[in-house]
């Protein structure tokens, strides 16, 4: 969202030196009155458009594919995390052999308890594949018998 709004705020100021020129040809060309034409200016407009949209497009993709940089050198490490509410959650983190349960609500990042790292750790496939729900179990036995999983 901070791209989308720089790009919105350099275009507003780029718009009206585009307008500026746009109109310089209807000087030139001679004092009918006509400052922009109609054509100039829907054409400014559109692109503006167009690069506004380019810019909301790229944004979607990178939030969308994670590749908005996480930093630090792998020291801290998420294990699990579960919703509490609509905008809180209890985060597990794993920094080196201790485990630390947070609370993450917006604007606040409360430690809970810390405590060592136990022996059996879930696998890092454990973690990020979620419980598979009764549908989610029926839909592939179904796939499954039909030939297509």
Do not use: C
Not at 71 to 94: F, H, I, P, T
Request: aromatic share 4%.
């Amino acid at each position: 969202m901070k791209a989308l709004r720089r790009a919105a705020a350099a275009l507003a100021l780029v718009a009206p030196a585009l307008l500026a020129q746009a109109e310089e040809p209807a000087r030139a060309a001679g004092a009918s009155g006509a400052v922009v034409t109609f054509g100039s200016a829907l054409q400014v407009m559109l692109g503006l458009a167009v690069v506004l949209a380019m810019v909301a497009a790229a944004a979607w993709a990178v939030r969308r594919l994670g590749a908005t940089p996480h930093g630090g050198n792998g020291l801290v490490r998420v294990v699990s995390g579960a919703a509490v509410g609509q905008r809180e959650r209890v985060v597990l983190l794993e920094v080196r052999d201790t485990w630390i349960v947070v609370g993450v609500a917006p604007g606040q990042v409360t430690a809970l308890m810390t405590m060592a790292k136990p022996d059996e750790a879930p696998p890092a496939s454990a973690q990020q594949a979620p419980a598979a729900t009764p549908f989610a179990h029926w839909f592939r036995q179904t796939l499954e018998r039909r030939g297509h999983g």
